[in-house]
């Protein structure tokens, strides 16, 4: 990578200052790839559409990002990271705007997808950008910063979402949690464009734009009837658009490779999915991250439906849960994952499973009577196993990858991880409005989904064997990783 004449002499003598500019994009996009969760019901209520509205906010945003990650790298690569990062963040800030102000369901749809590519654009340059600006000595410093700001994050999300609906600032109610990007983006804007130096790569590769189209083809095919299928009482081409995701899938995989062979830029490495640890880490990365993102939304669904909380009580409601996973993040960084490796993910996913059956268990004890402190145990537990079987995952699937494909394996495995969380909103969420529109009750409702978590979290504890045992420190640098999100 060459830094234009922008960029001093590492270290940059700005990088703090950047590196702060940078932290609050990655803060912008995970109270909202959060907040949705907590306040879609009351946006439905306020805004009108159907139940599957409350799916869409956040599996249109998570597909979104879920594509465009994947290409997101190497427009920085291509048009300077700073200038794309401007792109992105000014993007961003102005999708945030037009969420605010959405006076249909579709615009609100229309604008959270956008928010989603926007968040693709800017989010992958502050890596680039922090290894541009940092001496190696300095570098893990300035990574391990992300964890203390995604754990705030996780933690402080919902309770935000809920009290700003509450709080209804201006008589704007739900639109405030999109309209509070504003002043925060446009800082970012400020902050970048004065403190964020121009740096891209000296040997780019060219976009891959076939290959955006056939994942983004296929990811659709996949979520679209999922979402929409139970309102329309799943007609015969929802199971045909079903069928047809992983042929395009398949079609995608077959183009990479012929062009790779012809001496191309394929979007992804096709070496990649010949190395079981890397194949089996996307395998078990999508059904935990389905897990995770659809427990959330179904927990926050049953705690305002079911039980009638308000959405600031929904948000505190779901601290114990991110709490648990800022501990089990913090015990894995102790050394934890250093000296398990893979058998903490298996730990993790089991801790976990038993704390999603565990709030299973309350709900058949307690009933429609139950509390946020009786609730507070089992979703502890499961923060707890959640963070645990994250802290290591990334650095364990990328081991056996060679130093050449790192950056494709790396933007891959993100991808994956919004995909799947695109995938459990879209499957545990239709599971849930099933049951209801059957006839169940929400609290028999909730706990066959939930049941249905601690099978997907079983299953990760299986896939989790074609994983290797160890991380390869040498092999996955942390130069080269994405920060793990929440």
């Given at each position: 990578m060459t830094p234009t004449p922008g960029l001093e002499a590492p270290p940059y003598r700005w990088r703090w200052i950047a590196l702060a500019v940078i932290l609050a994009a990655e803060v912008m996009d995970l109270l909202d790839a959060l907040v949705t969760n907590v306040a879609g019901p009351t946006i439905q209520k306020e805004l009108g559409g159907s139940a599957s509205l409350v799916q869409w906010l956040g599996a249109g945003y998570t597909t979104a990002m879920a594509v465009g990650l994947i290409t997101g790298g190497r427009l920085g690569d291509l048009y300077g990271r700073k200038r794309m990062f401007l792109i992105g963040a000014a993007g961003f800030t102005a999708s945030s705007l037009l969420c605010g102000v959405a006076g249909s369901p579709e615009m609100l749809i229309g604008a959270r997808v956008l928010q989603g590519l926007f968040g693709?654009?800017?989010?992958?340059?502050?890596?680039?950008?922090?290894k541009e600006m940092f001496p190696p000595k300095e570098m893990a410093a300035a990574f391990g910063a992300f964890g203390p700001i995604m754990g705030l994050s996780?933690?402080?999300?919902?309770?935000?979402?809920?009290?700003?609906?509450?709080?209804?600032?201006?008589?704007?109610?739900w639109r405030m949690i999109f309209l509070i990007n504003l002043p925060v983006g446009l800082l970012a804007l400020a902050g970048a464009i004065r403190f964020l130096p121009?740096?891209?790569?000296?040997?780019a590769a060219r976009l891959d734009l076939p290959?955006?189209?056939?994942?983004?083809?296929?990811a659709f095919l996949l979520i679209f009837p999922l979402v929409q299928g139970h309102?329309?009482?799943?007609?015969?081409?929802?199971?045909?658009?079903?069928a047809a995701s992983p042929v395009v899938f398949a079609c995608f995989a077959w183009f990479e490779a012929r062009k790779q062979r012809r001496g191309g830029d394929p979007l992804v490495v096709p070496s990649l999915f010949r190395k079981r640890a890397f194949t089996g880490g996307l395998l078990a990365g999508l059904v935990f991250f389905s897990a995770l993102i659809g427990f959330s939304l179904v927990f926050t669904l049953y705690a305002q439906l079911g039980l009638g909380y308000d959405p600031l009580h929904a948000g505190l409601a779901s601290l114990p849960h991110a709490i648990g996973g800022v501990i089990g993040f913090v015990a894995a960084g102790a050394g934890l994952a250093q000296r398990l490796g893979r058998v903490l993910i298996h730990i993790g996913a089991l801790v976990m499973a038993a704390g999603v059956a565990g709030l299973a268990l309350t709900l058949t004890l307690t009933g429609p009577a139950v509390t946020i402190w009786q609730l507070a145990p089992a979703l502890g537990v499961a923060?707890?196993?959640?963070?645990?079987?994250?802290?290591?995952?990334?650095?364990?699937?990328l081991a056996g990858v060679e130093p050449h494909e790192s950056g494709?394996?790396?933007?891959?495995?993100?991808?994956?991880?919004?995909?799947?969380g695109a995938?459990?909103?879209?499957?545990?969420?239709?599971?849930?409005?099933?049951?209801l529109d059957s006839g169940w009750s929400f609290e028999d409702a909730a706990r066959l989904t939930i049941a249905i978590v601690s099978g997907m979290l079983v299953l990760t504890f299986a896939l989790a064997f074609l994983l290797p045992l160890k991380a390869r420190p040498e092999q996955t640098p942390v130069a080269d990783k994405e920060p793990v999100r929440v």
């Open positions: 693709a654009v800017m989010l992958p340059q502050g890596l680039g950008l922090i996780s933690v402080g999300g919902p309770v935000l979402a809920g009290w700003l609906v509450e709080a209804d600032f201006f008589g704007t109610g121009e740096s891209r790569s000296s040997h290959g955006v189209g056939l994942v983004s083809l296929g309102e329309l009482d799943w007609p015969a081409w929802t199971f045909v658009s079903i923060g707890l196993g959640m963070g645990l079987s994250m802290a290591p995952f990334f650095d364990i699937v494709s394996a790396s933007g891959t495995l993100t991808a994956i991880q919004q995909l799947g995938l459990g909103i879209a499957v545990l969420g239709t599971v849930f409005f099933n049951l």
